[in-house]
């Protein structure tokens, strides 16, 4: 049996959309919370698994059940933009990595598909907040303002409902979600079916967006700017698009977004690199236990209630 394996944000459930759209393929999907990315390890064990796709989650991560699946002369191919660690050399292993911060998943599945569904493409572009580059594809393939802009609101919307710490959080399981947008070849079809999953979403995120215009900075400079958000529903969902969208208002400055998570002890965290140094968040992010991400993005799964003076200090060190 084929096994599918993706990112619930925006762009691992595009990039899968892409694959699946030129490829139509029974298989087993395995999925999760934004934040779930280990997803490799859910499956080595399985009797059933003949090959894999796996898309928009750190090999680096994945490595140890990654090799267990080579050593069992299972085929995988890999996609992905984040930490790879060092690639095994198996010819079992068809590895398409690019950790370029202008670069998401589905940007590299748009160019090994020639270009099939790009405008699938831009919308992921624009959720994993590559605005520049899903704005330059938009122009090649002839996009106009509207267009863009419903893909750019469409990519945001598919990345803001995979936040959460448990899929309990979501408006919308992603794998779910990428059922009901594998329906759509074109994505702009969404905009007029009143029942797709667009609408839905567009619905949560205005309701949630509405908590965030009362929050104010923790800690505020010309080098980084950090919020601290509640242990709720709304703020968990919220959390990553709230960091693109403060990146995106000041190119200039590093964002953290601090969610206190249900111990009360440690909180989720998102960092944002300054769009115009789009480097340096995974190596933040990884000083810390449970850190990772890439260069523009990354996260920390559980920064002590007791370390948050500490990334303080270490995202204003980094880019003063």
């Known amino acids: 049996m084929h096994y599918d394996l993706f990112n619930g944000d925006a762009d691992g459930i595009i990039a899968l959309i892409q694959m699946r759209l030129a490829e139509p393929k ?17 499956i080595v064990d399985n009797s059933d698994v003949s090959s894999v796709t796996a898309l928009d989650i750190s090999m680096e991560k994945n490595l140890e059940p990654l090799n267990q699946l080579l050593d069992k002369d299972i085929e995988v191919f890999y996609c992905d933009h984040h930490r790879a660690g060092e690639i095994p050399a198996s010819d079992k292993l068809t590895a398409l990595i690019n950790l370029d911060a202008e670069v998401c998943t589905s940007l590299l599945i748009n160019q090994k598909l020639n270009g099939q569904f790009a ?53 919308i399981e992603p794998a779910e979600l990428y059922r009901q947008l594998l329906q ?86 998102s960092v944002r690199a300054p769009l115009n140094n789009r480097v340096g968040a995974d190596e933040i992010c990884s000083a810390f236990p449970t850190g990772g991400g890439r260069k523009a993005a990354a996260g920390i799964n559980q920064l002590p209630v007791t370390s948050k003076a500490d990334f303080i200090d270490a995202l204003n060190r980094f880019y003063q």
Request: charged share 20%; proline share 4%; hydrophobic share 40%.
């Open 26 to 42: 029974e298989s087993v999907l395995v999925t999760g919370v934004k934040r779930d990315i280990k997803l490799l390890s859910k």
């Open 184 to 269: 759509y070849p074109c994505p702009l079809a969404l905009r007029e079916d009143l029942a797709s999953p667009y609408y839905i979403l567009k619905q949560g995120y205005a309701s949630d967006y509405h908590n965030v215009e009362q929050l104010t900075p923790i800690s505020d400079n010309s080098i980084a700017r950090v919020f601290e958000l509640p242990c709720e529903a709304w703020a968990r969902r919220i959390s990553g698009v709230f960091g693109n969208e403060l990146a995106n208002l000041a190119p200039s400055t590093a964002h953290g977004v601090l969610t206190l998570n249900s111990s009360g002890n440690d909180y989720t965290v």
């Open 119 to 171: 405008k699938w493409a831009v919308a992921a572009a624009f959720g994993d907040n590559l605005f520049a580059s899903a704005e330059t594809l938009a122009n090649d393939i002839g996009l106009s303002e509207q267009d863009t802009e419903f893909l750019k609101e469409l990519g945001t919307l598919i990345n803001y409902n995979g936040y959460g710490a448990s899929l309990d959080d979501l408006h």
